[in-house]
């Protein structure tokens, strides 16, 4: 009797150590996942943050900043690299999954000293996913992009769920991301800190 009791007390003790010991293992795994999360979003505001207005021309809409986004895909130049030691071209890209779910997954390309026309067909062809690349959002339900900035030709500033610099001539000022997954929003924001008015006088004098 005596040693089924201790047998009973020391697996009543190590089945107790075992769930403390999973409760502070799955404790630390969701505070490595948050902070994996927290860290691709820091990392993500320093690449839109570091957007440079890398002038392109294109035939007939003349010179302006290469800049596109929607909800499916939002490209630019930065400097801020994830593995490239010099400035790069971004692509954010939104992916289906089988299951009907999506990826938000980032792809870089040394920009060098490529024409818009390079820049397209980088894109068209695939070939940006030669590059590197970081699947910023697994899993999500849907995403929606929205961009505010400033139409120079129509001197208003505004929302807009599509933003094209062949037709506003300027960057976005901010970038605003919402998607949903497991049932649950989720926000990001972005500002854009390169502008230069400067350079839409290109038009004219060239």
Not at 103 to 113: G, K, N
Request: aromatic letters at 16%; proline letters at 3%.
């Amino acid at each position: 009797m005596v040693a089924m009791a201790i047998f009973s007390s020391m697996m009543m003790l190590a089945t107790m150590a075992l769930n403390q010991g999973l409760k502070q293992y799955r404790g630390l795994m969701e505070k490595g996942v948050n902070f994996w999360d927290k860290a691709k979003y820091l990392w993500l505001d320093g690449s839109f943050g570091s957007t440079v207005d890398y002038y392109v021309h294109k035939e007939k809409a003349g010179w302006f900043p290469y800049f596109y986004g929607d909800s499916d895909m939002v490209t630019y130049v930065s400097l801020s690299p994830l593995a490239a030691d010099m400035p790069v071209v971004v692509w954010i890209v939104k992916e289906k999954r089988a299951n009907g779910l999506y990826d938000v997954v980032y792809y870089e390309l040394p920009v060098y000293t490529k024409n818009y026309k390079e820049l397209n067909w980088d894109f068209v062809s695939g070939n940006y996913k030669k590059g590197s690349s970081l699947i910023l959002l697994d899993g999500v339900q849907d995403i929606a992009t929205e961009f505010f900035g400033f139409d120079a030709k129509r001197l208003i500033g505004e929302w807009s769920p599509v933003f094209d610099a062949v037709q506003k001539g300027l960057l976005p000022s901010t970038v605003k991301m919402t998607y949903m997954k497991d049932n649950k929003k989720g926000v990001m924001l972005f500002c854009i800190n390169t502008n230069s008015v400067i350079k839409t006088d290109y038009n004219e004098t060239l």
